[in-house]
């Protein structure tokens, strides 16, 4: 196992509803990242925290919002929730910056259902 | 858990056999790629990564090679085994700080 753990597994939603999930970091890791993966595709990058700061944003509307905690816990809150918000979330914790080399250790994901 | 490689386009392998699962990037400017390897119900896991002042780079029976010319980076697997059986992404990163994940392949080991 990676060390990296999320809640909950499952969820479901309704649209227009808000949701919080949760991540934990290995301890240590001051970068979290988080991403968005539709059944069928590749993982697609939402945001990066580097020592409770973000640090690099993809394509995603600011509905989408994280926090990082000195803890290494993590959340990614979505407001006003979509159909297409469907997805595994996935988090990922790595030392430093993974795009600078540092391997990145992923969770399990939780998958959002919004009906 | 949930089957994550059932709309992967998919490469069947006869275990005992090498395994090449190919990827084509699109940024030139892209100088450092990851290949993951996702199992039904987990997160990807990292396998190996290559920098662009590099052509290949060998790990524990996978090898990756990199063609910078016509954007090509390939991943090898030796003697291919059951427990290789999974969703592999190539990722790039293009100078910035996201790591931006390709298309998979579905590998399917045949006994």
């Known amino acids: 196992e990676t060390g990296v753990t999320q809640s909950p597994t499952h969820l479901i939603k309704t649209r227009g509803q808000q949701v919080t999930l949760r991540c934990s970091s290995q301890?240590?890791?001051?970068?979290v990242s988080w991403y968005q993966q539709a059944l069928g595709q590749g993982p697609q990058f939402i945001f990066q925290y580097y020592r409770e700061e973000e640090n690099g944003r993809g394509n995603f509307p600011p509905r989408f919002s994280g926090l990082q905690f000195p803890n290494y816990s993590s959340e990614l809150n979505v407001n006003a929730l979509e159909l297409d918000d469907s997805a595994l979330y996935l988090c990922a914790s790595s030392l430093a910056l993974a795009a600078q080399g540092d391997e990145q250790f992923f969770g399990p994901g939780t998958r959002l259902t919004v009906l | 858990g949930e089957s994550v490689g059932l709309h992967f386009p998919t490469l069947s392998v006869q275990e005992g056999d090498n395994s090449i699962i190919n990827c084509a990037y699109s940024n030139s400017a892209s100088d450092y790629f990851i290949w993951y390897k996702q199992e039904s119900g987990k997160g990807p896991q990292f396998i190996i990564d290559i920098r662009s002042n590099m052509d290949k780079r060998q790990g524990q029976r996978v090898t990756v090679l990199l063609n910078k010319t016509v954007k090509h980076l390939s991943l090898q697997i030796a003697a291919t085994q059951p427990g290789d059986s999974a969703v592999y992404f190539c990722?790039?990163?293009?100078?910035?700080?996201?790591?931006?994940f390709g298309k998979g392949t579905r590998l399917h080991i045949l006994p």
């Open positions: 990722a790039e990163n293009y100078g910035d700080d996201k790591i931006i």
């Open positions: 301890s240590g890791h001051n970068t």
